[in-house]
C-alpha cells in the first residue's frame, strides 16, 4: 500500500506542473496586466520600470514562470524575519500570499468541515431508510426531497434562508463570522447555523441519493438472499450485510469531495460573507491579485489529487477485494 | 416406452402455431420510445422544457428589447395584463425580462454543452478506440482538466478574458466540463473494441472512422445523451452562478443569475424577486434531471437502480 | 415456540410422529404484476421423506426455484403464497410468524444457491460467514463457532482449514466457495437441505466432486436433501424420488428409477430423448418444440399441450393427476400405456371435467 501511496504522488507531479502551466498562461494571457492600475499621470515612467523589475514582469515569461513554480514548490522557505515567501506577494495587500491564505483556511475548515459531518450523519440514515422502505411514503418522500434539493441551486437556498430566519424572524444574524467585538465559540456557532444549514441541505439531497441507490443495489444481491436463508432477521440483514456493502461507495464518496470543499466555498462565502477562503479566491480575481489567483488554482488541483488519492485509499481500506 | 427419438417429436401438427410466432417483434428504437412514453414524469419533463424552450425563443423575439425599458411611474407596480409578474424596482417588466433571462441562460446552457459534446466525444471516442500510448496520453490531459477547480476556473477564465460576453461564458463552461463525456464515452469505447461486431466490420475492412462513427458511436450514444441532458442543466446553473456572483452576464441585460443578485437588495421590499428566477432555474434543472433519468431508464432499463 | 415438534430427534430415531419430514400440499405461489398475475407455482404437491433425496427437475421458469424459496418463505414481495399447505413434520409453514420461520431457516432447513461467486458476502471472511450461522441457532461462544466454522470447512474436503477460514470468498475458487456455502448449510445440522442447482455453474470435474461430497454429508448426517436441476444426470446420481415440473405445476412423480425406465407424461419424454448420447447415431439431435407457455398467456387445460405429438381435443380441458402405479402419478390424459383416455379424444366440457376431478386423488 505505501508504494501505491507512492507512486501516486509521483504520477500526481505532471498533473499539477500541467495545471501549473496552463493557470500560469491564463493569468499572463489575459488582457491587462498587475502594474495597470499604476498607470497614472501621478507615477514616474521609472517607477513604473522599478515596479515592473520588483514583480519580475521584465522577464521572460518562460523564466518568470520557472522561477515561480521553483519557490512555489518549496512553501517552506522563510525570509529572516519568518514570513513564508516563496509563494509571493499579494498585489492588493502586499501580504505575503502564504500568510493571506493560511489565515483563511480554518475558518472555511470550519464550515466545510461541519457541513460535511451534518450531511454524512443526516445522509446516511435517510438514504438506507429509504432503500429499506422502498415504494412506501417514507421513501417517496425522501426521493421527492432529494431530487429537488439536489436542483436548487445552493446560493439560492442561502438566500430563501436568509431571508427566512434572519431577516423575517430574525433568529440568526445576516452575515460574517463573528458579531462585533465577540470572539466566543458561541456566537462563532450562532454565526454558522445559517451557512452549514444550506451546504447540508444541498448535499444531503445529494448524498441521499447515493446511499439509496447504493443500498438497493446491495439488497438485490445473492449474498443477501443467503443471509435471509441462514435464518437471520432482517435488521441484521441490513444491519451486519447490506450496510457494510453499501457504505463501500459513499466512503469514497468522501473522499471525492474533498476539492468540493473549496469550491462550493466560494459561493457559500460569498453570500454569508464569511471570511474563508472561497471567499479570498473570489475578492483575489475581482482585484486581479494575480499571486493568490495562481496560489489558489494550485491548492485547488491539489486538493482534488490529495481528495482522490484518499478516496482510492479508504476504498482499499473498507473492500477486501481490493489490493494494491 | 423407450427413450430413442420419437420422430413425431419433430412435426408439427397441421396448423399448430409455434409459441414463438407469437411473440410481436419490435426494434430497439421502438422499444425504447414505448419505454420512454411509460414513463409520466419524464415526459412531463420533457414537455416542460419544450414549454420553456418555446418561451425564451417566442417572447423576447417579439417583445425586442421591451425587457430592458425602464419606467419611472411603474416601480413595484402590481400585476397587470402585460406584466403578469409585475414590475420591479426600476420599472422593468419582469416577466418579460424573466423570459430574455432564460432565453439567455438556456442558450448558454445549450452552446457550452454543445461544446462539452464535441470535445468530449472526440476525446473520448479517440481515447477508447486507439487505446496504448494515445489513450494515455489523452487521459493525463483529461486528469490534469478534471483536476482543476472547476468553478474556479470558470470565475478565472470569465473575469479575465472579459465579462459580459456570453461566448467567453460558453467556452469557459464548455472547456471545463468536457471531461466527465469523455470519460464516459472512452469506457464505451474501450469495451466495444473487442466487441465481435467491430471486429467483424474490421474484418470488412472498414475504414477506422467507419467503424468508429457508423458502429460505435450508436452504441455510446445511451450514457451520452444522458450525459448531455445534465449537462444542460449544469451548465445553466453553472451560468447562473457566474452572473450571481458579477462575473456573468451583467444588466441590463438578463441571466437568470444576476436577476437574482438584483433581488437581493429588494429582499426586504419585494420578496418575490428573488423567487421567480430561482423557481425558474429549478424547473429547469428537475425537469433535465427527470429527463436525463427517463431516458437513461428508456435506453438500458437494466440499469435502474430502483427495483 | 409453538407446538412445533422438534425435528433433530427424528434421525436419532426418536420420532414423534408419522408424518413425513416435508409434506407440500397443492402450493401456490403468486406473483401480481403490472400485466396480471404470474402463477408461478400453481398447485404442486410432494412429500419429503426422512433421510430420502428428492429431485425436482424442469426448464427455467418452470417454478423450481419458486418452490424452495416458498419453503423457506423467502418469497420477495410483490409475491406471495396465495394457498396450500407446506408442513415441516407437522408444523404448518404457511402461516408461520417471521420469529418461527428464523428458527427454521439455516437451523432445521438449509438452503444453498446457484451462484457460489455471488452468494457469500464479499465483505466478511468465510470463517466468520460459517461462525454466523452456527452461533445464529446453537447456543456458542465466539471461539467456539469459530472452531466449528473450521471444523465444518475441514469437512467438506478443504485442506488447511484454518487458514481458509480466515480468508475471503473472492479468494477461493468456485469449487471451494460452493463447498464453504455447504459448510455454512450444515454446520446447524438441519434435517432438509434444498440445494437449488449447486453444480449448475461448476466445472463437470468439480460437479462430479460436489455431488460425492453432498452423498457423503448425506450419509453422515442422515439428512434429507431437495435437489433442484434441470440436468437428468445429476438426478439420476443422487435423487431416491423425482418430480418433474412443468409451467409451475407437477406433471409427473416417481421414484428414480421408474422415471427413466417407464416415463408417462410426454414431457419427462422429451426431456429424456434430448439428451445425446454417446455411441448413438442420429441424424439430429430431438427437441421438445416450442417454447415455455408466456405465464401472462397460458393456456387452457393442458399447458403442454402446445408442444405435444400427442395432443388432442380433450387436452382443452385440464387433464388429470393420475395415478399410474404405487409411487407414480402423471398429470396426463393418455392412459398408462399412451392411449387416448377411455373417455374419447375428443371429450370436452362438463364430462371431461368431471372425469378428471374423479380421476385424481384428492390433492
Not at chain 1, 500541467?18 to 499572463?28: D, K, L, M
Not at chain 1, 454524512?120 to 429509504?130: N, T
Not at chain 3, 423450481?64 to 399447505?85: F, N, W
Not at chain 3, 407446506?86 to 408461520?96: C, H, Q, T, Y
Request: charged residues 15%; aromatic residues 8%.
Amino acid at each position: 500500500m505505501a508504494t501505491y501511496v507512492i507512486r501516486r504522488l509521483i504520477q500526481a507531479l505532471p498533473i499539477l506542473l500541467g495545471i501549473a502551466v496552463i493557470s500560469f498562461i491564463i493569468v499572463h494571457v489575459a488582457p491587462g496586466s498587475p502594474i495597470d492600475k499604476y498607470r497614472t499621470p501621478r507615477v514616474s515612467p521609472e517607477q513604473l520600470q522599478n515596479l515592473i523589475r520588483m514583480y519580475g514582469l521584465d522577464k521572460s515569461l518562460p523564466e518568470q514562470f520557472f522561477s515561480w513554480i521553483f519557490n512555489f514548490l518549496q512553501p517552506w522557505q522563510t525570509d529572516g524575519a519568518g514570513n513564508h515567501v516563496a509563494w509571493g506577494f499579494s498585489f492588493s495587500t502586499g501580504a505575503p500570499v502564504w500568510d493571506r491564505i493560511t489565515e483563511r483556511i480554518p475558518a472555511t475548515l470550519l464550515l466545510m468541515g461541519t457541513a460535511l459531518a451534518s450531511t454524512v450523519v443526516i445522509a446516511i440514515p435517510i438514504g438506507v431508510l429509504a432503500a429499506v422502505k422502498q415504494y412506501s411514503l417514507a421513501d417517496k418522500v425522501i426521493t421527492v426531497f432529494a431530487t429537488v434539493g439536489y436542483a436548487v441551486p445552493s446560493y439560492w437556498l442561502g438566500l430563501m434562508l436568509i431571508y427566512t430566519f434572519a431577516i423575517n424572524l430574525n433568529l440568526f444574524p445576516l452575515f460574517g463570522m463573528h458579531s462585533l467585538g465577540k470572539t466566543d465559540p458561541l456566537d462563532v456557532g450562532w454565526h454558522m447555523i445559517l451557512p452549514v444549514a444550506s451546504l447540508t441541505i444541498q448535499q444531503v439531497a445529494g448524498w441521499s441519493r447515493y446511499m439509496r441507490s447504493s443500498m438497493l443495489e446491495v439488497m438485490r444481491q445473492d449474498y443477501i438472499r443467503t443471509a435471509r436463508a441462514k435464518g437471520l432477521s432482517s435488521g441484521q440483514v441490513i444491519r451486519k450485510h447490506a450496510l457494510r456493502n453499501a457504505l463501500i461507495p459513499i466512503v469514497t464518496l468522501l473522499g471525492l469531495t474533498i476539492p468540493t470543499l473549496l469550491s462550493g466555498a466560494i459561493i457559500t462565502e460569498a453570500i454569508f460573507s464569511w471570511p474563508g477562503l472561497g471567499n479570498l479566491g473570489y475578492t483575489s480575481v475581482i482585484d486581479r491579485d494575480y499571486p493568490v489567483v495562481l496560489a489558489f488554482v494550485m491548492m485547488g488541483g491539489f486538493m482534488v489529487i490529495v481528495g482522490n488519492l484518499i478516496a482510492d485509499i479508504l476504498y482499499a481500506v473498507v473492500d477486501p477485494r481490493i489490493k494494491y | 416406452m423407450d427413450t430413442t427419438v420419437n420422430p413425431s417429436l419433430a412435426q408439427r401438427l397441421p396448423g399448430e402455431i409455434d409459441e414463438v410466432d407469437l411473440i410481436p417483434v419490435r426494434t430497439y428504437w421502438q422499444m425504447v420510445r414505448r419505454r420512454f412514453l411509460r414513463n409520466r414524469l419524464a415526459v412531463v419533463a420533457f414537455l416542460l422544457l419544450v414549454v420553456l424552450i418555446a418561451l425564451a425563443l417566442i417572447v423576447p423575439t417579439l417583445t425586442g428589447e421591451m425587457y430592458r425599458k425602464t419606467s419611472l411611474i411603474k416601480p413595484y407596480a402590481g400585476v397587470e395584463l402585460a406584466a403578469p409578474l409585475g414590475y420591479d424596482d426600476i420599472g422593468q417588466n419582469i416577466f418579460l425580462r424573466l423570459m430574455k433571462a432564460l432565453q439567455t441562460s438556456l442558450f448558454i446552457g445549450f452552446a457550452a454543452v454543445s461544446i462539452i459534446f464535441t470535445v468530449g466525444v472526440s476525446v473520448g471516442a479517440i481515447a477508447g478506440y486507439f487505446g496504448g500510448w494515445v489513450d494515455n496520453i489523452l487521459m493525463r490531459v483529461v486528469d490534469v482538466v478534471l483536476s482543476l477547480p472547476s468553478l474556479f476556473l470558470v470565475i478565472m477564465l470569465v473575469a479575465f478574458f472579459g465579462g459580459g460576453n456570453v461566448w467567453v461564458i460558453v467556452f469557459a463552461i464548455g472547456l471545463t466540463g468536457w471531461t466527465t463525456a469523455a470519460r464516459l464515452v472512452r469506457a464505451t469505447f474501450l469495451s466495444l473494441r473487442e466487441a465481435d461486431f467491430v471486429q467483424a466490420a474490421q474484418a470488412l475492412g472498414a475504414s477506422r472512422f467507419r467503424i468508429i462513427t457508423r458502429h460505435m458511436l450508436p452504441s455510446a450514444l445511451a450514457p451520452i445523451l444522458v450525459a448531455v441532458t445534465l449537462g444542460v442543466a449544469d451548465s445553466v446553473v453553472t451560468e447562473a452562478a457566474l452572473s450571481f456572483l458579477g462575473f456573468g452576464i451583467s444588466p441590463p441585460e438578463a441571466s437568470l443569475g444576476n436577476m437574482m443578485t438584483n433581488a437581493i437588495n429588494y429582499m426586504i421590499r419585494q420578496p418575490l424577486l428573488i423567487v421567480y428566477p430561482g423557481v425558474t432555474l429549478i424547473l429547469i434543472v428537475l425537469a433535465a434531471s427527470f429527463l436525463g433519468d427517463g431516458l437513461r431508464d428508456a435506453l438500458d432499463p437494466r440499469q435502474r437502480a430502483e427495483g | 415456540m409453538t407446538d412445533r415438534v422438534k425435528v433433530k430427534e427424528i434421525r436419532t430415531g426418536v420420532s414423534e410422529t408419522q408424518d413425513d419430514l416435508i409434506e407440500v400440499k397443492d402450493l401456490r405461489t403468486y406473483f401480481p404484476t403490472q400485466d396480471g398475475v404470474v402463477k408461478a407455482v400453481d398447485g404442486v404437491s410432494f412429500e419429503i421423506e426422512a433421510g430420502k433425496t428428492l429431485g425436482i427437475v424442469g426448464e427455467s421458469g418452470c417454478g423450481k426455484s419458486i418452490t424452495a424459496l416458498s419453503i423457506m418463505k423467502l418469497i420477495e414481495k410483490p409475491g406471495r403464497i396465495v394457498g396450500g399447505s407446506i408442513k415441516l413434520d407437522g408444523f404448518e409453514i404457511v402461516n408461520a410468524t417471521d420469529d418461527e420461520m428464523r428458527q427454521i431457516r439455516g437451523n432445521e432447513i438449509s438452503m444453498i444457491f446457484q451462484e457460489p461467486m455471488t452468494s457469500l458476502n464479499p465483505v466478511y471472511n468465510c470463517g466468520d460467514q460459517i461462525a454466523e450461522a452456527v452461533s445464529l441457532h446453537d447456543d456458542m461462544g465466539r471461539r467456539e463457532a469459530h472452531n466449528k466454522a473450521v471444523e465444518m470447512i475441514r469437512d467438506v474436503g478443504i485442506p488447511d482449514p484454518k487458514h481458509r477460514a480466515k480468508q475471503y470468498p473472492h479468494e477461493l475458487s468456485g469449487g471451494m466457495r460452493q463447498r464453504v456455502m455447504i459448510a455454512m448449510a450444515l454446520s446447524t445440522d438441519p434435517a432438509l437441505l434444498i440445494a437449488d442447482e449447486p453444480t449448475t455453474a461448476l466445472d463437470v470435474t468439480i460437479q462430479a466432486q460436489i455431488l460425492e461430497l453432498m452423498k457423503a454429508l448425506r450419509e453422515k448426517n442422515k439428512m434429507a436433501i431437495m435437489l433442484i436441476t434441470h440436468d437428468l444426470g445429476v438426478i439420476a446420481e443422487m435423487a431416491d424420488e423425482v418430480v418433474v415440473m412443468y409451467a409451475g405445476k407437477v406433471v409427473e412423480r416417481s421414484d428414480v428409477n421408474t422415471i427413466f425406465a417407464q416415463p408417462h407424461h410426454p414431457y419427462t419424454h422429451g426431456l429424456l430423448a434430448s439428451i445425446p448420447r454417446l455411441g448413438e447415431r442420429h441424424k439430429r439431435l430431438a427437441v421438445i418444440k416450442g417454447v415455455v407457455p408466456n405465464p401472462l398467456n397460458l393456456p387452457k387445460g393442458c399447458l403442454f399441450k402446445r408442444r405435444c405429438p400427442y395432443a388432442m381435443p380433450v387436452c382443452d380441458t385440464a387433464p388429470p393427476f393420475q395415478q399410474l402405479g404405487p409411487n407414480h402419478s402423471s398429470l396426463c390424459w393418455l392412459t398408462a400405456d399412451q392411449k387416448p383416455p377411455a373417455i374419447g379424444a375428443n371429450a370436452s366440457g362438463v364430462i371431461a371435467e368431471e372425469t378428471a376431478a374423479a380421476m385424481s386423488p384428492s390433492k
